[in-house]
């Protein structure tokens, strides 16, 4: 018989002091954050559910949390250090032990400080995991060798500065209070694909009344939960201008709430004047009845809420966009009546990553355009874990050369032999988060999650917090903070935060903790108000009010690249190998190009050129592609998508510009 994991916590261990279940959290860089409850039978994961009791998780696990054992215990894991004895990329390599691994990356790292500088040692790390102890914690041994980092651009940094300059953070709505919203508009976003617990929170808002908006250049399972403006790619801004403009010149706007908690209003409707409705129709291809139809809604059905996606802030323009779009709620009055990352945590990070153990300036290397970095000659040595950067970064060809030279050491710690594991110098087995601890939050809800160590490591897999105790071990270093353990890490975090509702024993009890919600009247802008205009984003030379900065198109199609909805990234194509590239295409552009569907076209562009499968598809518009993103290349006969990916820094948070990818049909 198995015993309920809803035992109380005296019950919960017993049979020789085995727990008849343990807490895990899924880590992957995902809305949701799952809370798991694991069950292990002679030493082996026997089971994994949702923890009911979680508020945000309930009876729900997404497909790439299900049946996870498989990739856990599957064959293609990497068992034990290894060495390169062939060219790189062409993953030959043999089987070393881990004190001869630490030793030459140790040996590596001296030689190369000393006659290049410690700058040289790139530390390449992002969200593999998103533990706060497993992703931050390795961050110490960089600081204390002086290493130089990646900064961690590719993903929501354009966003991010967007709504800072408005509101001074991202914290907007939180699930419960989006669920209970008259009106929820998806803009960029397709939660059926992203966010398994927002959509259905979606569809049981949708059975009680609520009116679902989804603006979005491509028809997705999403926008099957409402009215669908199906807007051109890229002029988002231009829409949020064009009904900036419609509530202020039919006065719909809520002066009172303007005058208490805004500043800049006025400079604002000089900005937004431009945008006429003829205007804004031509310019995004919607309706003038579509677009009317969508005002008088945002206006009448309240509260409501913007939930804002990641892929719309991905393109040239973003930064602008996303500013645009989250200025409407404040202008009905709807205080951060938007969702884009939640953020909660008051942890001090700087002990986390052992800031102060510095001794010299870091240098950072933009993740965006590394390959153009690495061509340079400043890098000698790459430190690469929880990223897959040779499927998951834009212009692959450049970055492949970097990585194919011969005088940078490289060193990859991982769970399979990824196109990135092929092309190191070392490569070390990394452990499943089934095998290690760690404490998580979530950028969508505002829940503290544990995740327990549930099994002993498949072969001889370390953590990442392991992997740099060793290697400080091995070198001598004598810095304490190099060696804290993982839980002591976690207590100390919890111990300094005023913003998780309990103590660590609470978090082992229940394996989740509720965290408080800063006053979302609290504006940590220069003015302490909601800056419609920022002089501060004016001296930065961002422009002191949004604007809609078009786009201009290199080829005859914009080319966007959203993630298969089995997948996190990069992670789990090895466990779904049959997800193949596809290039999706209108009826009318396969037709002038004379494409039949099904058939091999080619894509190029200044970067390169990807052969790739076509099919027609009423879901995308004319001029426009749409792909998946990040398939292990491997995998694909050898190219994906981001061999033709622009590398584009746009100006807000030097973010990546992905979907601003434009290519040619040859």
């Known amino acids: ?28 860089d995902c809305y949701d954050t799952c809370a798991i409850v694991t069950r292990v039978r002679n030493g082996k994961l026997h089971s994994t559910e949702p923890n009911k009791k979680h508020p945000f998780t309930g009876d729900l696990l997404c497909p790439k949390g299900r049946n996870i054992s498989q990739y856990v215990y599957s064959r293609q894991r990497i068992l034990y250090p290894l060495r390169r004895t062939g060219e790189k990329g062409a993953s030959k390599f ?12 140790a040996e590596n790292i001296r030689e190369i400080s000393l006659r290049h500088g410690p700058e040289s040692i790139l530390q390449f790390d992002y969200a593999g995991t998103m533990g706060l102890v497993q992703r931050y914690f390795p961050t110490r041994f960089f600081n204390v060798i002086g290493a130089s980092r990646v900064s961690h651009t590719i993903c929501s940094r354009a966003g991010e500065k967007a709504l800072e300059i408005v509101y001074g953070s991202t914290l907007g709505m939180l699930p419960d209070e989006i669920e209970k919203c008259r009106l929820i ?37 999403t926008t099957e939960l409402g009215t669908h403006l199906q807007i051109k790619p890229t002029t988002d801004a231009a829409l949020a201008l064009g009904i900036i403009n419609h509530l202020i010149e039919n006065r719909l706007c809520n002066e009172v709430f303007l005058d208490q908690n805004t500043t800049g209003f006025d400079r604002l409707v000089g900005a937004a004047s431009k945008y006429d409705m003829t205007k804004i129709c031509k310019t995004t291809g919607l309706k003038t009845r579509e677009v009317e139809d969508f005002i008088g809604d945002f206006v009448s059905l309240r509260p409501n809420c913007i939930m804002i996606g990641y892929g719309m802030q991905r393109h040239r323009n973003g930064g602008e966009m996303v500013r645009a779009i989250s200025i409407l709620p404040a202008l009905i009055g709807e205080n951060r009546g938007f969702y884009y990352s939640t953020d909660l945590g008051d942890f001090d990070m700087d002990y986390l990553e052992g800031a102060s153990l510095r001794t010299r300036m870091r240098v950072m290397h933009n993740m965006v355009d590394i390959g153009r970095t690495l061509q340079s000659n400043k890098i000698k040595m790459m430190f690469v874990y929880n990223s897959n950067p040779l499927a998951t970064l834009p212009n692959q060809r450049l970055l492949r050369d970097g990585f194919m030279k011969k005088d940078i050491f490289t060193v990859v710690h991982d769970l399979f032999m990824t196109d990135t594991a092929d092309h190191a110098d070392i490569v070390l087995p990394a452990t499943s988060f089934f095998e290690h601890f760690d404490i998580h939050t979530s950028y969508l809800h505002n829940y503290l999650s544990i995740n327990e160590k549930a099994i002993e490591p498949i072969g001889e897999a370390r953590s990442n917090s392991d992997v740099f105790r060793s290697l400080a ?8 903070e190099l060696f804290e353990e993982d839980e002591k890490v976690a207590r100390m975090l919890l111990s300094k935060s005023k913003s998780v509702e309990g103590k660590f024993e609470d978090l082992t009890k229940k394996g989740f903790l509720r965290m408080k919600v800063p006053n979302r009247s609290v504006y940590s802008t220069p003015t302490r108000k909601i800056e419609l205009f920022s002089a501060a984003a004016e001296a930065e030379g961002l422009g002191g009010l949004p604007v809609h900065a078009e786009v201009r198109r290199t080829q005859p199609f914009i080319l966007l690249s959203p993630v298969h909805k089995f997948l996190v990234r990069s992670q ?23 494409i039949e569907s099904g058939s091999m076209i080619t894509l190029k562009n200044e970067f390169d050129e990807w052969s790739v499968t076509c099919e027609t598809s009423d879901s995308v518009l004319p001029g426009v592609l749409v ?6 290349p491997k995998l694909c006969g050898g190219k994906n998508v981001n061999f033709v990916t622009t590398d584009f820094v746009q100006k807000y948070g030097q973010n990546s510009a992905f979907n601003s990818t434009f290519v040619k049909i040859i």
């Open 185 to 221: 508009v998806l803009w960029g976003m397709n939660p059926a694909w992203s966010s398994a617990h927002t959509f259905e929170m979606l569809k049981r808002a949708k059975k009680c009344g609520t009116k679902i908006y989804i603006i979005d250049p491509v028809k997705s399972a």
């Open 627 to 632: 792909t998946y993103s990040v398939l292990w």
């Open 94 to 105: 043999e089987e070393i032990t881990w004190n001869d691994a630490l030793k030459e990356i």
């Open 1 to 28: 018989m198995v015993v309920a994991y809803y035992l109380p916590e005296s019950l919960r261990v017993c049979l020789g002091g085995h727990p008849l279940f343990i807490f895990n959290t899924c880590p992957r």
């Open 572 to 594: 789990y194509h090895l466990r779904w190998p049959d997800i193949r590239p596809v290039v999706y295409i209108s009826e009318k552009d396969a037709l002038e190009e004379n």
């Open 473 to 480: 071990k091995i070198m001598n270093l004598q810095t304490k």
